[in-house]
């Protein structure tokens, strides 16, 4: 029986993955437990940057579960120290410091948000402050002898911003160093992380080695979780991401409109359905005994079910089919008052529909915006005083006043 759990464990901990290094130390961690009971450690470390997670975060979230679900305690590693650097990766220019306290408070949130899906007796929180702090100038200095710069440079974006002449502060290539060292002092077995941490993640490793910790940690990386689109990942400041503290009816929506051919991602990245179930699933959606539409229904109410409840998801489903299959309007329109003869690009943007009114134009020529269910073209038109339904897509709605 435990060889068959073993099996079932080891294929979880595969599922979605973009790459692993060390695979071997993984199973002989995992079959020890199914043997002993003897657990081990995942390491996943977050810089508490922003204040709220999206479902591309919860990806590497739902792989800390399924390792928890076969025998590992989760270390979840708080950058209270390594964000007042912030983590280059990714970045064209230095980024700016953030203060304590807003550190502090997003780590709170994040911890919040986390437990939604981590199992919080299976889970310890770390701050790496607590012995960043501690190691001191010599310490640090020491640290520094273990990389060279000529390797630090072979990094992606380092080598981008080097060569245009771009400014790198010493304290971001220090940063790869302090989060491998994090992993010298947690002695991680395994750490996970996005494929874009992937120099990061081996940094620890790598000092594992140096510091002579006994074990060298196994690297799992996960794939980003493309947005609605297909194309670009999930980022608030893009605005293209799904909140998993939005409002039921939005999380619900905005997964009914990822494409046929992404939901099948977002399955096996997000949903709790075993790989099994979902290859029946996806067999089923392709002869025709499910419609696809089925299918991306299921998984909207388990992901929105999985971030409010059972009751809240249903109250979600049911308000959608009014609005876009009955035509009918939502319940909850928010409302706002506003001046007559107010321009239509500038009412969409007061009313939250539009990000700017240079959008609010481009939507009203794609035809998107509508009032009261009708759809317009006058991108110039101004609103006299009356009541009026603004409209922008199939998800924003606004009532708006005008004096």
């Known amino acids: 029986m435990s060889k068959e759990k073993i099996e079932i464990a080891l294929n979880e901990i595969q599922r979605g993955s973009a790459e692993i290094i060390d695979m ?14 003897e657990s081990y450690t995942v390491k996943a470390g977050f810089d508490p940057t922003g204040a709220d997670l999206h479902v591309g975060h919860t990806v590497l979230m739902q792989k800390l579960k399924v390792f928890q679900n076969h025998g590992a305690r989760v270390q979840l590693l708080v950058g209270d120290f390594t964000a007042t650097i912030g983590d280059p990766t990714g970045k064209s220019e230095t980024r700016k410091v953030l203060d304590r306290d807003t550190i502090m408070k997003n780590a709170q949130t994040y911890q919040d948000q986390a437990f939604i899906i981590l199992d919080r007796e299976k889970t310890d929180i770390v701050f790496n402050s607590t012995w960043l702090e501690a190691l001191g100038a010599t310490g640090m200095v020491t640290l520094t002898t273990t990389f ?9 974006d380092f080598e981008k911003r080097y060569k245009s002449g771009q400014s790198i502060s010493i304290s971001e290539f220090i940063y790869p160093l302090l989060q491998g060292y994090d ?66 009816k939005d999380i619900y929506g905005k997964v009914l409109s990822i494409s046929d051919e992404l939901m099948w ?8 359905k075993s790989i099994e179930e979902i290859e029946k699933l996806k067999k089923d959606v392709s002869d025709r005994t499910i419609h696809p539409k089925k299918a991306k229904e299921d998984l909207a109410l388990e992901l929105t079910t999985r971030f409010y ?26 409302e706002f008052e506003m001046e007559s003869d107010i321009w239509i690009c500038k009412a969409l943007q007061d009313a939250g529909l539009e990000p700017s009114s240079s959008q609010a134009r481009r939507d009203i020529k794609q035809g998107a915006v509508r009032i009261d269910q009708e759809k317009i073209s006058d991108e110039k038109m101004n609103l006299s005083s009356g009541e009026y339904i603004l409209q922008v897509g199939k998800r924003k709605f606004a009532k708006v006043k005008v004096k």
């Open 24 to 37: 071997e130390r993984i199973e002989k961690l995992v079959t020890r437990f199914y043997e002993t009971g």
């Open 148 to 156: 060279n710069v000529a390797r630090m440079l072979e990094r992606d």
């Open 183 to 248: 992993s010298v002092e947690l002695k991680s077995d395994i750490e996970i992380g996005g494929t874009d941490q992937k120099f990061n993640l081996l940094m620890g490793r790598h000092l594992q080695r140096t510091y002579n910790v006994g074990k060298e940690q196994a690297v799992l990386m996960m794939p980003i979780l493309e947005v609605l689109d297909g194309v670009q990942k999930m980022s608030k400041s893009l605005n293209n991401y799904i909140g998993i503290t939005e409002k039921p």
């Open 265 to 272: 991602r977002y399955y096996e990245l997000l949903s709790d």
């Open 309 to 334: 409840n059972e009751e809240s998801a249903t109250m979600a489903k049911s308000e959608f089919d009014n609005v876009f299959k009955s035509n009918k309007l939502p319940t909850d329109i928010p």
